[in-house]
């Protein structure tokens, strides 16, 4: 987990109090080898050697053959890498593609083409509170039996309320990630619940406010300023 911290030129990771004290070590001693930092922390170098990886891998240190280690400046990368944890689903999420549970499966398919996204969702006609969700299978599925599917309603073959799986806006970009991969999806809506007339949230009652897909997730990872 990354953190932010002020004295870490905006970033830092999470470090145990032997990894700080290293990385004070070679920061005032660079270069300096390994078996002298275990001296000044009095271990041996054995037990240094998983603290020593984790600062290498990090970037946070650079070790030099023969030379001993360094401490590397440079860690814009940790503050990129920061925007995963920073950046909310509001930021990042695309307008939500809705069809009705009346539609037929022709026009959600129709929809789908004209649309260019790969989930719909689908909400009740009259209160357009969240009711369903349509992907490319539900609706390939549908077409494959000797079936109109103009004169099928999506309804039959949506995953419904309340097996959906949502997102908030003020939920962050790794949230996201991690819902579409444990629950093997490719979309999830963004949701808000609706509120009563006096201003409580309706519980499983939920307004659509956007989409967030693997594309939205790839396009962050991408942005990052990381070097290739
Ligand atoms: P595909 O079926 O095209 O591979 P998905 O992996 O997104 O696309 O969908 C797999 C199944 O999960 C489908 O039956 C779909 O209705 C359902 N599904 C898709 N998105 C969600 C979601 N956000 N919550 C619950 N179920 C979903």
């Known amino acids: 987990?990354?953190?932010?911290?002020?004295?870490?030129?905006?970033?830092?990771?999470?470090?145990?109090?032997?990894q700080k004290?290293?990385?004070?070590?070679?920061?005032?001693?660079?270069?300096?080898?390994s078996k002298k930092i275990a001296s000044k922390l009095d271990v041996t170098r054995s037990a240094l050697r998983s603290d020593l990886s984790v600062l290498t891998m990090a970037n946070i240190l650079e070790a030099k053959p023969r030379v001993g280690y360094f401490y590397l400046q440079d860690s814009s990368y940790l503050t990129e890498i920061n925007k995963l944890y920073t950046t909310k689903v509001n930021e990042i999420k695309s307008v939500p593609v809705v069809v009705t549970e009346k539609t037929s499966v022709y026009d959600a398919i129709t929809t789908l083409f004209l649309e260019d996204v790969g989930s719909l969702f689908v909400v009740d006609e009259e209160d357009k509170k969240l009711i369903g969700v349509l992907s490319r299978k539900d609706l390939l599925k549908i077409t494959l039996g000797d079936t109109d599917v103009s004169q099928i309603p999506v309804s039959v073959t949506m995953t419904r309320?309340?097996?959906?799986?949502?997102?908030?806006?003020?939920?962050?970009?790794?949230?996201?990630?991690?819902?579409?991969?444990?629950?093997?999806?490719?979309?999830?809506?963004?949701?808000?619940?609706?509120?009563?007339?006096?201003?409580?949230?309706?519980?499983?009652n939920l307004k659509i406010i956007g989409r967030v897909s693997k594309t939205n997730?790839?396009?962050?990872?991408?942005?990052?300023?990381?070097?290739?």
């Open 217 to 228: 997730i790839t396009r962050v990872l991408a942005d990052l300023g990381l070097e290739m």
């Open 161 to 204: 309320m309340p097996n959906i799986v949502t997102i908030r806006a003020d939920d962050n970009v790794i949230q996201a990630a991690k819902r579409l991969i444990n629950h093997e999806i490719d979309a999830l809506p963004v949701v808000e619940n609706f509120i009563d007339e006096s201003g409580n949230p309706i519980k499983d």
């Open 21 to 33: 004290r290293i990385i004070e070590i070679v920061k005032n001693n660079e270069p300096i080898p």
């Open 1 to 18: 987990m990354y953190h932010i911290n002020e004295d870490w030129g905006g970033v830092e990771i999470n470090f145990s109090d032997r």
